[in-house]
């Protein structure tokens, strides 16, 4: 009887923590016992390996067996050790030599028959392992997912059996590269190509500004009666967003693959768009549970969540999103757990003027009083609204650009272009888009001449700007200067993200919104 060692991976938010599973087989009475905070799912893993063993045509060893998962204070979850485990049983009972074990790590769940299942959060295993150069052992439905991890070496197995006829020497293991091919030279997907900016007729102003919060980053709350587009803006923001690089596709594709919505190998490299129902909890919106799983943020991370009807939403769950919205992560504490996951995603927000939809609109329809309409707005705290760049007023279009002859605007490929030239100016400039600037990078990269300065401390004294809300026109200015390739914020950038900021400079009417509107605030400054 002796003593084996098998490595393999626990699940902690986006991290894979490295496990030791190892296993003494002793005399004594025949049982087995599990050591190392293992959970209910982990515990079981017991009578699904006998089993496997057993109808692998393999001995179970007689006497007692002990089975450690170290380090023993990380609480270990799920199905993923079955594999090693039984690995580790055969090499203590002398029925697989171990001499090579070291060099792998193995994650699977094991059928009765011996069969390998497939289990949650194998990517950010992968990730680690090749961190650590060690090869990978996953079930052959998680070989494309691990695939993804590139500059290791990944192995998809589908049984016990293939596993140790492989660590034997007798057959081989297919890569699991093989089971997932992906040219990292080819141009990656980009949102729906069935969600076109084209569908979109008339709605120059909120197209515009749909343009300027893709090209920076910005985020953007339209505000309008129903049936004006707001949603079908909302839903073209991902298909002029820049391609994701392969390092943010692969973060993001690790949060999907922890998640119980799990990862979409087809789509790993496309930008995400969640929208979340206004019934939503908190706990759903920032992620949570007693075994910490990512929020709706956090699968919008480097992609677009999506809130429509915003004043539907309860005010505490709106208010969680406040600290992710200027940090880029959140961080999921419990009394025996402990998550950070990444939040770094663009908010779009859509909602109506008042409890019946049409204040401000043309046709009068709207008979909400003052008080109803104020308390309406009220849901909404002021220290959100703050944190949204651009706030745009979406009326109805002329029923004339309504007509199949009339013109129909850009493509999603042509403003994607320029917002991908703009976005790439950025990158070169500060190396990271207008949105993310900090405060020594804004001095520096969005200076402003006396003139400019003298404009926008007018504005703040005129519209009672914060100084949040200061520095957030600042960026979104270089953001449209970035659009017109132009080296400096001029007065007409300056003033045209002062035209954004809607709700802050008090404009009430939605017919005063439209192509004048910067000429009209260059003018009030």
């Known amino acids: 009887m002796s003593l084996a060692r098998v490595y393999s991976r626990a699940g902690v938010g986006v991290t894979a923590p490295l496990v030791t599973v190892e296993v003494h087989a002793g005399g004594g009475l025949a049982r087995m016992s599990m050591v190392g905070l293992p959970e209910t799912a982990v515990r079981e893993a017991k009578d699904r390996v006998k089993a496997a063993l057993l109808n692998c045509g393999y001995v179970f060893p007689p006497g007692h067996i002990t089975i450690s998962l170290a380090p023993a204070d990380l609480p270990k979850e799920g199905s993923r050790f079955d594999l090693p485990i039984a690995l580790g049983i055969l090499a203590a009972s002398a029925q697989l030599d171990d001499h090579n074990l070291g060099e792998y790590e193995f994650i699977g769940e094991l059928s009765l028959g011996g069969e390998l299942n497939p289990v949650k959060g194998v990517l950010p295993a992968a990730i680690e392992a090749c961190g650590a150069g060690r090869k990978l052992v996953v079930p052959c439905a998680n070989g494309g997912e691990a695939a993804l991890a590139r500059g290791g070496r990944q192995y998809a197995a589908e049984s016990l059996l293939a596993v140790v006829a492989w660590l034997q020497g007798r057959e081989p293991l297919p890569s699991a590269q093989l089971l997932f091919q992906d040219d990292p030279d080819s141009e990656p997907l980009q949102g729906c190509t069935a969600k076109d900016l084209s569908d979109v007729w008339g709605q120059e102003v909120p197209r515009r500004a749909l343009e300027v919060a893709a090209a920076g980053g910005h985020n953007i709350l339209f505000n309008g009666p129903p049936g004006t587009g707001k949603t079908m803006l909302a839903s073209r923001l991902p298909g002029i967003l820049p391609p994701l690089t392969e390092q943010e596709a692969l973060v993001t594709a690790a949060v999907a693959s922890v998640s119980q919505v799990g990862l979409d190998i087809g789509r790993w490299r496309v930008r995400s768009f969640r929208c979340p129902h206004h019934t939503a909890s908190s706990a759903a919106l920032v992620g949570g549970g007693s075994k910490p799983r990512p929020g709706e943020i956090s699968l919008a991370h480097h992609g677009v969540l999506f809130l429509d009807e915003l004043p539907e939403f309860n005010r505490n769950v709106l208010e969680v999103l406040r600290e ?99 976005r790439q100016r950025q990158m070169e400039r500060a190396g990271v888009c207008n949105a993310r600037l900090d405060g020594h990078q804004l001095e520096r990269y969005c200076r402003l001449d006396e003139r400019g300065l003298t404009t926008l401390e007018a504005a703040v004294d005129k519209f009672n700007l914060s100084a949040r809300a200061y520095q957030r026109v600042r960026r979104v200015a270089r953001t449209i200067a970035d659009l017109a390739r132009e080296e400096k914020t001029g007065p007409r950038a300056l003033a045209e993200a002062l035209s954004y900021r809607a709700t802050e400079l008090g404009s009430t009417s939605g017919s005063e919104r439209s192509e004048t509107t910067i000429t009209r605030y260059t003018t009030a400054l």
């Open 324 to 422: 992710p919205l200027e940090s880029g992560r959140i961080v999921i504490a419990r009394a025996a757990s402990y998550a950070e996951f990444p939040a770094r995603f663009q908010l779009v927000a859509a909602m109506n003027p008042c409890p019946c939809g049409y204040f401000g609109d043309a046709s009068g329809r709207c008979h909400c009083t003052a008080e109803q309409v104020q308390r309406y707005r009220g849901r909404i705290s002021g220290p959100l609204l703050d944190r949204i760049d651009l706030h745009i007023e979406v009326t109805r279009p002329p029923k004339e650009v309504l007509r199949p002859d009339s013109q129909v605007g850009e493509s999603s490929a042509e403003v994607g272009a320029r917002v991908g030239r703009a």
